[in-house]
């Protein structure tokens, strides 16, 4: 089968891959009819990376229709119009039966292969082979889906695909933020990157209750985007004295809730990166940090891939912040995310903003990782 490889540093191309088997009876195989670029996947592209070998199938956000049904499956047959949750997860463990998918037990098929003191990432996920479990990603024309009862959501009929499929990462993902944040009525809240995910964590801070949601980016697109389809009040971060706007929108106490969805650098050499010492720029996490009103929660969901220096803590400590990581969505808002979907309260697909054939999937990322054009996602359809 035709797949979106990562090649080499800088590089991707579309390749000819072995198609994928059934390996457990609790697998099931997907056809897969569209995936969607994702912030997560930059820090992979731009240079070399210890965990990514060439041939490595990237992409995290897909959906598809099952082709194939191990003898273990009792959801799922064949001809399902199917979401794939961007989280590998048994189902069975400690974390799983906590509805914390995320931090499965078990969907590391090599926990040993992770680098200990880096992102400790043990946990599995599609699309980023040998970092995260081992699993081909759905930037292909078919994927082998483990635990496929727990990681596979049916489609409800009135949902197209261009909208279902960010209830595979990007929706979850910002339903988890507003959730760890415990976002509540009357809440402010302000987000960190207006781009997939930090457009539907607003829509999912509003959904919660928050009376003001405040985006802050730099481009324009993306923020009057937030604003139109999210309620969101946009910041510019060029422009706007960040600190002063988002004290004085929150009656001189701070945000209760501050989210950082900020994409990694994408420019920054990854030779740099993973090479030696390897320190993030984390001025959004700082800005977060000093925005937060005393006693309120700090959620990380990107931006950060390793270590940072001059990270705040005296104001964490003294301020008696909470902070809360979160680099995976859990599975178990997803069925709800679909749901609302189906009544039109959560509309996605203007977030595809370019629609192209997998074939062009290094264009489509080219296009993503520049936000060339007003690109929010790029979506491919093998
Ligand atoms: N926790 C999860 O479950 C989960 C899931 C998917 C993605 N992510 C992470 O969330 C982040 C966002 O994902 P995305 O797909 O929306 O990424 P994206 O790359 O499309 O968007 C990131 C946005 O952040 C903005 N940005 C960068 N630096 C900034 C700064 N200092 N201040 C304000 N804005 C800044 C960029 O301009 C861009 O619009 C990524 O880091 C990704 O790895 C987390
Ligand atoms: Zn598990």
């Known amino acids: 089968m035709r797949a979106l490889c990562w090649v080499a540093a800088g ?14 009876e609790r697998d099931v195989i997907v056809r897969v009819r569209r995936s969607a670029t994702s912030g997560g996947d930059l820090p992979l592209l731009s240079g070399r990376h210890p965990l990514l070998r060439a041939g490595d199938v990237l992409g995290a956000e897909f959906l598809g229709e099952v082709v194939e049904v191990g003898p273990g499956v009792r959801r799922h047959g064949v001809g399902d119009r199917v979401v794939v949750g961007a989280s590998v997860a048994c189902g069975g463990c400690w974390y799983c039966r906590q509805g914390r998918h995320s931090c499965c037990d078990n969907a590391h098929a090599d926990p040993a292969g992770a680098d200990p003191d880096w992102t400790r990432s043990d946990a599995g996920c599609f ?90 980016d730099r481009h324009e697109e993306r923020l009057q985007m937030a604003e139109r389809h999210c309620d969101a009040e946009p ?13 004085d929108r929150s009656g001189g106490r701070g945000p209760d809730v501050c989210v950082v969805a900020v994409g990694a650098p994408p420019t920054r050499s990854m030779a740099d990166r993973f090479g030696g010492r390897h320190v993030d ?81 290094p264009e489509g990322y080219a296009l993503f990782r520049d936000r060339a054009d ?9």
């Open 127 to 216: 699309g980023r082979p040998r970092l995260a479990g081992g699993f081909a990603g759905g930037h292909a024309e078919y994927v082998r889906v483990p635990y496929a009862d727990v990681s596979a959501f049916r489609v409800p009929d009135g949902v197209d695909d261009d909208r279902a499929v960010f209830g595979a990462d990007a929706a979850p993902s910002g339903w988890l933020a507003a959730e760890l944040g415990a976002v509540g009525p009357g809440d402010v809240v302000a987000i960190w990157g207006a781009g997939a995910v930090g457009q539907l964590t607003a829509w999912a801070a509003v959904r919660r209750g928050a009376t003001r949601v405040l985006i802050v």
């Open 374 to 382: 007003g690109c929010v996602r790029a979506v491919f359809t093998p």
């Open 281 to 361: 720029r984390p001025d959004a996490l700082r800005e977060a940090v000093h925005a937060c009103r005393k006693s309120g929660v700090v959620v990380v969901l990107g931006g950060t891939a390793g270590f940072v220096d001059a990270f705040p803590l005296g104001s964490l400590t003294e301020r008696r912040l909470t902070l809360h990581g979160a680099g995976r969505p859990d599975l178990r808002d997803v069925p709800m995310l679909l749901d609302r979907m189906a009544r039109d309260e959560l509309r996605t697909e203007h977030l595809a903003t370019h629609r192209l054939p997998l074939a062009r999937g």
């Open 235 to 247: 910041l510019d971060y060029r422009r706007d004295d960040i600190a002063a706007e988002l004290r």
């Open 11 to 24: 590089e991707l191309g579309v390749r000819e891959v072995p198609d994928p088997e059934l390996r457990n």
